[in-house]
């Protein structure tokens, strides 16, 4: 049912923890599954230079929020607002329908952490932010 990636990221999450007086953090849930993930950024520079996360889920969720902590590394905040929970989804070589959104809360988590880092900094929102709405999701469980 699950790719060998996501078992990869599941047992052996990358990135895992916190981050001290982090650049921006972010806390999400699903109100139905009850999963919680956290993600912490460092940004220097415009450049993420560290993530790390904690997810309290499902191994889909684990899975989804170590990938996103990956893809997001190194990159600027621009590049890092463009990834989506099906770029996350299938850099993990994909998800059953029904796990889609433990991703969403992957892609939430981030885009909460960035909207945190804007506000701290009085950045204004780049034009055509948005965050999913994991709720919205929730009828296709
Ligand atoms: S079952 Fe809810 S995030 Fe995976």
Redo the contacts with the bound molecule.
């Keep these: 049912m699950y790719s060998e990636k996501v078992m990869d990221h599941f047992m052996h999450p990358r990135n895992v923890g916190e981050i001290e007086n982090a650049s921006g953090q972010g806390t999400v849930g699903?109100a139905?599954?009850g999963?919680i993930m956290q993600m912490f950024l460092k940004i220097d520079d415009n450049v993420i230079t560290d993530v790390k996360f904690k997810t309290f889920?499902?191994g889909?969720?684990i899975a989804t929020s170590s990938m996103a902590t990956e893809l997001v590394i190194g990159k600027t905040i621009s590049e890092a607002l463009k990834l989506t929970n099906a770029a996350v989804a299938e850099a993990l070589d994909g998800l059953p329908p029904v796990?889609m959104?433990?991703s969403l809360?992957a892609e939430q988590a981030l885009k909460t952490a960035l909207e945190d880092y804007f506000n701290k900094n009085n950045i204004p929102l780049p034009e055509g932010f948005s965050k999913p709405n994991v709720d919205e999701d929730e009828d296709e469980e």
């Design positions: 699903n139905k599954c999963d889920g499902c889909a969720a796990k959104h433990c809360l």
